[in-house]
């Protein structure tokens, strides 16, 4: 009969980069969680201050919101943002997954030309591609923001993938190709599985830069969220509620992103659930037929 202890929370062990803090250090940082704790809530509490002192929370200032087409403008550009956004991404993880075939290409002329795409668009800032598109192709606002999106964020998504192909174990590479596999399946069935879940944290980061450079189509009239908050904060007569106007978008904006990311962390505990990605269990090993 087997017994379990209850041996309590895991306590941290030492290593060869880290020690275990003694009562002293432990009681000095508590001390800075208290003091940096304390400085962040006076900041806030400075912050809101200031908003009642500038007459922020007048209700003059927040009844345009409660008119019916007040609330129609914001949800239609945050619609428009969010379909310029599903646009960018999607097209962006395409041209990143076609962009790193090529630079991970045998042939040199394919390597070097993914390679001169892939710098060229990481390099160029995305509002100078987006006004290029815009006024020198005379490209729609929609079709000229996502295009500059998906240029810039599929070239750093061409990195990401690249690099999480070749982090890789080499033993993995090698011991495919000895099962006769080609170098397609490789990628497909081998590697990619493997470097999906160090990449996922990155990809997640570079949508969440897609989403927030969504503002950007403001700049060349495109009718997105930030558009529409700017629509309200200057052209209407009520005293100009543009902090008003920030204090509603700001939280939704950081709403989408944390949301990005509980779709990444989710993602992520689902592939460690993954009966294909788990560990196989191994019996315990038991006394066998002695050998004469």
């Known amino acids: 009969m087997t017994e379990t202890l209850d041996r309590g929370p895991a306590r941290p ?156 174990d080499r033993g993995q590479r090698e011991a495919a190709y000895a099962l006769g596999m080609r170098k397609t399946q490789v990628t497909t069935f081998i590697l990619a599985p493997q470097a999906v879940r160090a990449m996922l944290p990155t990809i997640i980061s570079q949508l969440v830069v897609a989403l927030k450079d969504t503002s950007l189509g403001f700049l060349i009239t495109y009718e997105e969220f930030l558009h529409a908050g700017k629509l309200i904060a200057s052209n209407l007569d009520y005293d100009l509620p543009f902090i008003p106007v920030v204090m509603v978008i700001s939280p939704i904006y950081i709403g989408m992103c944390m949301l990005l990311s509980w779709f990444a962390t989710w993602v992520a505990r689902r592939q460690r659930r993954n009966p294909r990605t788990e560990a196989v269990g191994v019996a315990p090993a038991e006394p066998g037929t002695l050998l004469p």
């Open 13 to 168: 062990t030492a290593t060869a980069l880290y020690d275990i803090p003694g009562p002293v250090a432990r009681k000095r940082h508590r001390m800075y969680g208290i003091v940096a704790t304390a400085v962040i809530l006076a900041l806030l509490g400075w912050i809101v201050h200031l908003l009642f002192d500038t007459d922020q929370f007048t209700a003059e200032k927040w009844t345009p919101f409660a008119y019916e087409g007040i609330q129609e403008l914001l949800l239609r550009g945050l619609g428009n943002t969010l379909k310029a956004f599903a646009y960018a991404a999607l097209l962006s993880l395409a041209l990143g997954a076609v962009l790193a075939v090529g630079r991970l290409s045998e042939h040199r002329v394919l390597r070097w030309i993914s390679t001169l795409l892939v710098e060229f668009f990481r390099a160029m800032p995305v509002l100078v591609m987006i006004f290029f598109i815009f006024v020198a192709l005379k490209v729609q606002p929609l079709p000229a923001l996502v295009a500059g999106l998906t240029l810039y964020n599929g070239s750093v998504l061409a990195e990401v993938f690249r690099t999480g192909i070749n982090s890789v």
